[in-house]
Nanobody, 114 residues
Framework: QVQLVESGGGLVQAGGSLRLSCAAS????????MGWYRQAPGKQREVVAT???????NYADSVKGRCTISRDNVKNKMYLQMNSVKPEDTAVYYC????????WGQGTQVTVSS
C-alpha cells in the first residue's frame, strides 16, 4: 500500500515562497488522482490543488495564480510551489492519493507571518 510523506513546511513571511514535497513509498505512475489539501485551525479540510495522471490540474480560487502543483512520476513525488503566500495560507497541508481508497500523508505545517 502506498504511503505518503510530506515535507517542506515551515515559517515564511507574507509575500514569500515555499515548496512542499510529497514522497510516495511506491510508484505514482498509475495513480490517477492526487492532490494537496489543507486544514486551518477551527476549519474544515479543503482542497488546494489536484493533479491527474493525464496532466490536468485544478486549483482552489484562493490559490489560483499563486500555487503550482506538479507530479514527478519518475521520482514518485508530488510538489506544491507556493508563491506570494498570505497569512490566510497558514494551515497543515496534506498530500492525498486515491488508490481505490483514500490515502493521506501525515501533514506538514505552513505558517505565514504578516
Amino acid at each position: 500500500q502506498v504511503q505518503l510523506v510530506e515535507s517542506g513546511g515551515g515559517l515564511v513571511q507574507a509575500g514569500g515562497s515555499l515548496r512542499l514535497s510529497c514522497a510516495a513509498s511506491g510508484s505514482i505512475y498509475s495513480i490517477f488522482f492526487m492532490g494537496w489539501y489543507r486544514q486551518a485551525p477551527g476549519k474544515q479540510r479543503e482542497v488546494v490543488a489536484t493533479a491527474t495522471g493525464g496532466g490536468s490540474t485544478n486549483y482552489a480560487d484562493s490559490v489560483k495564480g499563486r500555487c503550482t502543483i506538479s507530479r514527478d512520476n519518475v521520482k514518485n513525488k508530488m510538489y506544491l510551489q507556493m508563491n506570494s503566500v498570505k497569512p490566510e495560507d497558514t494551515a497543515v497541508y496534506y498530500c492525498y492519493a486515491r488508490v481505490g481508497r483514500d490515502v493521506w500523508g501525515q501533514g506538514t505545517q505552513v505558517t505565514v507571518s504578516s
